[in-house]
């Protein structure tokens, strides 16, 4: 991995452990991926429910595209424990009364005015942000499950945010709870969660245009990293980095062109599910329709009306009888023959083939068959 990238097990894990969840999505990377979508803003309400005003892009960006998008209105929260809250220009430059600690505010516009009539400048954005009219203290800290912003998400009708990952799951079940469409970025990891696996397979949220992208994130001094913005702010790499949304999007519906024949030589079956290995999306036969393993990465070609998703090889997201066989009785060894210490049961539930690549670690029993585990697996079947 290259230096300054913050890997994701590593943010992930100090996600949870001591919740460092503050990573600024960049200006571009928004706008990229937001170009997609524009005919679903018009008439619309807007939430960033995680954003600073005076810190978030995505608060930048719909400010600077409200009039283009035709947005009815614009909501975006701050958290208060945000540690760069107040870094930058913000509320406490603003506000000329005491300031309430442990308070979050909120931006709320109907309107973007535009000096020059034609598209809204830094300088109409700042202006903005400097009236007191549009940007108000919470009661509460800015929680996302605090009732007051509960009240806000109910108001809007497309969130758009890069969500705390050290919160995604709650995070998700909430937009699902009050029925919203969304835009909101996470990680490949999240895509393996029992809670939110299920709903890529049951088709109520799919991937957005950008998956797995390593990106670069401003982030706070304290984090590790040496790398610097043109403006001197800390900044890093963050690796699988994916949009999730539930909104319709044109990429959903492209078939992927299936040329390869299946044969089982090319196409073994795993040892302990019934369902043939198709390491390369590409490869995915034409003339099979049976249970098929692919990679992850299938969720960025996924077509509902060309592929159904059965289930993965990941905990809770299959049923425990399609999993054939267990291991607990095999022995690992290093392709140098050395044991490494681990037995079998730490396959889990990977999709396991009978093989020895001549690469990678591989279980021995006492018969003497070698097997080795495939990497992460979707399990799909054709449609049609
Ligand atoms: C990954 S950062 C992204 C920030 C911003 N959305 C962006 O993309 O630049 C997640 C943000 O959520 C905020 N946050 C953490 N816990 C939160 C909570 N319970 N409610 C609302 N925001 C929270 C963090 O302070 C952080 O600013």
């Not at 571009?28 to 170009?35: F, G, P, R, T």
């Not at 991937?207 to 590790?224: A, L, Q």
């Not at 198709?278 to 992850?296: A, E, F, H, K, T």
Request: glycine letters at 6%.
């Amino acid at each position: 991995m290259a230096n300054n990238t913050v890997s994701l097990n590593k943010a992930r894990g100090r996600a949870k452990g001591q919740k460092k969840d503050e990573f600024y999505t960049q200006y571009e990377d928004i706008q990229a991926e937001l170009n997609h979508y524009e005919k679903h803003f018009e008439g619309k309400t807007v939430l960033c429910n995680c954003d600073d005003p005076f810190e978030s892009n995505f608060c930048k960006f719909f400010l600077r595209n409200f009039n283009y998008l035709k947005l009815k209105r614009l909501i975006c929260t701050s958290y208060n424990s945000s540690p760069v809250a107040g870094t930058q220009l913000s509320f406490f430059d603003i506000i000329e009364d005491e300031m309430h600690h442990g308070r979050g505010y909120v931006l709320d516009v109907s309107k973007v005015p535009m000096a020059n009539g034609r598209g809204v400048s830094d300088d109409d954005i700042d202006k903005l942000l400097r009236t007191k009219k549009w940007v108000k203290e919470l009661n509460g800290d800015g929680d996302f499950r605090s009732e007051e912003c509960v009240e806000l998400l109910k108001q809007a009708d497309i969130v758009v945010t890069n969500p705390p990952f050290s919160l995604f799951t709650p995070y998700v079940q909430q937009l699902f709870k009050y029925e919203k469409k969304f835009i909101i970025m996470g990680t490949v990891n999240n895509t393996h969660y029992k809670e939110i696996f299920p709903l890529f397979k049951e088709n109520k949220m799919w991937v957005g245009y950008s998956f797995n992208k390593t990106m670069m994130f401003n982030m706070p001094e304290s984090y590790d990293s040496t790398m610097r913005d043109s403006d001197g702010r800390k900044i890093g790499k963050v690796p699988s980095i994916c949009w999730f949304t539930n909104l319709e999007i044109k990429k959903r519906h492209e078939k992927l062109i299936l040329y390869k024949n299946y044969t089982p030589e090319e196409y073994p079956k795993y040892d302990n599910y019934d369902a043939i290995d198709v390491g390369i999306l590409s490869n995915i036969p034409c003339d099979y329709y049976g249970l098929m393993g692919v990679p992850d990465t299938f969720l960025d070609i996924y077509n509902p009306e060309q592929f159904e998703i059965v289930a993965s090889c990941q905990t809770g997201c299959h049923p425990d009888e399609m999993v054939l066989k267990t291991y607990k009785d095999y022995i690992g060894y290093k392709q140098n023959g050395k044991k490494t210490g681990r037995t079998g049961s730490t396959c889990g539930h990977n999709a396991i083939l009978v093989k020895n690549d001549g690469k990678h670690d591989y279980y021995k029993n006492a018969e003497g068959i070698i097997v080795q585990s495939a990497f992460s697996r979707i399990f799909i079947r054709r449609k049609g």
